[in-house]
């Protein structure tokens, strides 16, 4: 059995997400060109869209304004959007940052609704999800016992049996996500369960780092084999995180809001 330790470098400036201040307008920032997270329901208004790149922000509003849906990536489906660019005081468009509005339809529920999109279809959409074996419980142990700066990175006893086991229909590559510490802030309305992510591949079994939170939702970013990841932490509004495991566990992407 192969162990790779892979220590993904934070950046610090997408690894959490602090809630807006009441009132504020939600905002959403990932690096991958073509995607950002937006409100299904029309009357949560539209959603501040930011990007590492003002390109990415000049081909949505392209994308939008030539009246083409995006897609969201949990599901597939498609919707129209709308883009707004701030304007300077002679009219000039300022490409800082843009205002995306996505129509939903009619809410399904009195939950509010947000969703990834891209302006690309999904690769996949179908994630099988399922127990870990007690096979795979016995390997996780043997790399935990066989890595002591594996064990010093973990800190905390892992709940091994509980993990969840992700891949990709037909496919051979796995995530592992194995429930970790509990982080608890009750005067600031915190709350999440760190999640701890390994990965097998033909090579054998990789541990990533960790995630915040429990996944939301499971995602295709590029046609991998291993999903990305939503994780969605227990805040005062909505603190949301995208994570890719492509080349090693990384933040890519955040959303947050009240």
Known sequence: MVLRLRVAALLLGLAVVGPAAAGEESESHISRPGLFFAWLSPDLGAVV?????????????RHCRAGRPVFALQTGEKYPCQIEVPKDPS??????????????????SNTRQYRLFSIAPPLTTQWTTRPIAAPEVQALEGVLRSDARLRAAVRSPLKLAAATVVHKSGGQDLAILVPGKLVQDRAGG???????????????????????????????????????????????????????????????????GH
């Open 49 to 61: 869209v930011r990007a590492d790149d003002a390109a990415h922000l000049r081909a949505l509003a």
């Open 91 to 108: 009219g000039g468009e300022q490409w800082e940052e843009v205002r995306a509005t996505v129509q939903g339809g009619p809410a399904r």
């Open 190 to 256: 915190y709350h999440a369960r760190r999640h701890h992510v390994f990965t097998k591949d033909r090579k054998g079994y990789a541990y990533q780092g960790d995630v915040p939170a429990k996944v939301a939702s499971f995602v295709d970013l590029d046609g991998a084999e291993l999903p990305g990841l939503v994780v969605s932490e227990g805040c005062d509004g909505w603190c949301i995180t995208l994570w890719s495991l492509a080349g090693g566990l990384r933040p890519v992407g955040r959303f947050g």
